[in-house]
């Protein structure tokens, strides 16, 4: 491994020395050393619970380190909390979004720094800051809108240009593109690159690892709390990272077989979504889908093709206009989301902050929500019957936890994603559809959650997942269906090519990044 002290240290602006982080009996960091040069990207990898996030809150005085030093231009420094080290030129854009829904995109731009005149509050002047900032970020927002009536990557744009707005020096990015578009990440590209050349310094996180090395001009890999390799650009490839990251060069598996599919257990017919306010067209038009037990569908298309709309219909979170849907012959179109997990239908949701988690419950707590009939009796529960499901739960999805009681805020991002899954295999569903989900997870939690998938299918399990990464698509599906403006416009088998799936979907192939689609 090179060493990190063979890099010009004049070029160091900040820096962690021997940095430890223990959260009880949990040691998320043991020891790093960790160099963020000067106008140059430093690219972060590691799996989810490698200890990326921790050392970044750490770096942006979010939280304090157990042991070590933190260094800024040479001297020694405590960062008391997130204001003083933006104070300081230090800016951290989180994984999880920390926006405030119900407030508009001008008021979270500047929640915390208000910008003020002699009569109070300067509105006028922080919305032609907004506007300038959404412009420079080519994001048609207007700046009163409310954030909650934003889509999940619109709401990645507002938290990009929150940390934008400080003009900061540091600028740490954890997974800002988990929710963007394939342009929506050019534009940030070219952003990263006008920082750089005014000697801006960035460290990126990513899980989308040839999105990174794109940008990227030093790599760190982090694992199990400790820094295992080091190299500047020119050194490394896909390979390398995969290889320090894993041990070994994983792969999502393949569609799994040995099993009989049975009947039809989802019957989508004709299904009609309408679109919301103002957008006067069918998000969903007129689709019709079946899908048997025993069967992984993947579901693929471009940003607005109607494929999260779908999921949620048929889940109960949205309304059909029109059509049937049937779980097992069983009619469920207008099925409350309870009534269809009653049923044995689960959707694990996009957004695991916003719809899947209680932050303020337990892991035990969050696993076992779903699944409150099993162990409820009136006003009583049986605290036995609840361990054991979460224990199942745990041990079954292979969560990263000191146990049950652990809270949910101190987990991992794809620890997290997990725990939203689990929660709904704890119901033992005959459905289950996952929107998205690989967001924010690594290739080694991804791997065992599509595993786990697999498994579900030869026990009889019926399957719906959908992606924006095409190299998804042709993982573990036995058929790969793609949408296009609420329409199904192909389908597929396995051994489909990347080029066939991104044509029906009506993309041009991305130069950059063939493996990152719109959503």
């Known amino acids: 491994m090179a060493d990190l002290a063979s890099a010009s240290s004049a070029q160091v602006v900040l820096a962690a020395r021997n940095v430890a982080k ?20 430093t690219a972060l990898f590691g799996e989810n619970g490698a200890g990326k996030s921790t050392l970044m809150k750490i770096l942006s005085g979010v939280v304090r380190p157990t042991s070590g030093e933190i260094v800024l231009d040479g001297q020694s420094v405590t960062l008391a ?33 208000e910008i003020l005149s002699a009569t109070g509050v300067n509105y006028a002047e922080e919305e032609r800051q907004a506007r300038a900032l959404l412009q420079e970020l080519e994001e048609d927002i207007d700046p009163l809108t409310p954030v909650e009536e934003l889509r999940l990557g619109q709401q990645q744009i507002v938290e990009i240009a929150r940390a934008l707005s400080v003009n900061s020096r540091i600028l ?46 030093h790599a760190v890999v982090l694992r199990d709390g400790t820094m295992t390799a080091y190299a500047e650009r020119k050194d490394i490839d896909l390979e390398w ?116 988690l209680v932050q303020t419950m337990t892991v035990g707590s969050n696993l076992s929500l779903a699944s409150i009939s099993n162990f409820a009796r009136g006003f009583f529960t049986s605290r036995q ?66 595993k786990l998938l697999a498994e579900g299918a030869r026990e009889g399990l019926a399957v719906i997942y959908s992606t924006s990464e095409v190299g998804e698509c042709l993982s573990i599906a036995h058929r790969i269906i793609v949408m296009h403006r609420g329409r199904i416009s192909a389908e597929f088998g396995p051994d489909a090519s990347k080029e066939q799936i991104m ?3 009506g993309q041009a192939v991305v130069a950059h990044s063939p493996e990152r689609m719109e959503h």
């Open 22 to 41: 223990s959260y009880g009996n949990i040691h998320a960091l043991k020891g790093v050393n960790f160099n963020v040069y000067r106008g140059q990207v």
């Open 81 to 113: 909390s997130s204001s003083h080290a933006r104070d300081l030129g230090i800016s951290i854009i989180h994984q999880e979004l920390s926006l405030a829904p119900n407030m508009n995109v001008r008021d979270n731009i500047f929640m915390g720094r």
């Open 172 to 217: 740490i990015m954890d997974e800002p593109t988990s929710a963007l578009s394939a342009s929506e990440v050019e534009v940030l590209f070219k952003l990263i690159s006008d920082l750089k050349s005014r000697g801006v310094s960035i460290v990126y996180i990513s899980h989308h690892l040839e999105e990174a090395l794109q940008i990227t001009d």
């Open 241 to 356: 990272i995969v290889r320090n990251m894993v041990g070994e060069n994983f792969d999502l598996g393949s569609p799994p077989t040995g099993h009989t599919m049975g009947d039809v257990a989802l019957s989508i017919e004709n299904v009609t979504v309408q679109g919301g306010p103002g957008q006067g067209y069918a998000v969903v038009d007129d689709l019709s889908l079946n899908v048997r037990a025993g069967e992984i569908v993947c579901i693929y298309g471009l940003m607005g093709a109607g494929r999260t709309e779908l999921l949620e219909c048929v889940a109960g979170r949205m309304p059909a206009a029109s059509g049937r849907i049937l779980l097992q012959g069983q009619d469920i179109s207008h099925f409350r989301i309870a009534d269809c997990i009653a049923a044995g239908l689960v959707l694990v949701p996009e957004d695991r902050q916003r719809d899947g």
């Open 385 to 450: 019957k609840e361990q054991a499901i979460v224990n199942r739960s745990i041990q079954r999805v292979h969560i990263k936890t000191s146990g049950g009681n652990s809270a949910i805020g101190a987990l991992s991002g794809g620890n997290q994603q997990k725990v939203v899954i689990g929660k709904m295999l704890a119901t033992n569903p005959r459905v289950i559809l996952l929107d998205e989900p690989s967001r924010g997870i690594d290739i080694g939690a991804k791997a065992e959650v599509f």
């Open 503 to 505: 044509a029906a979907s």
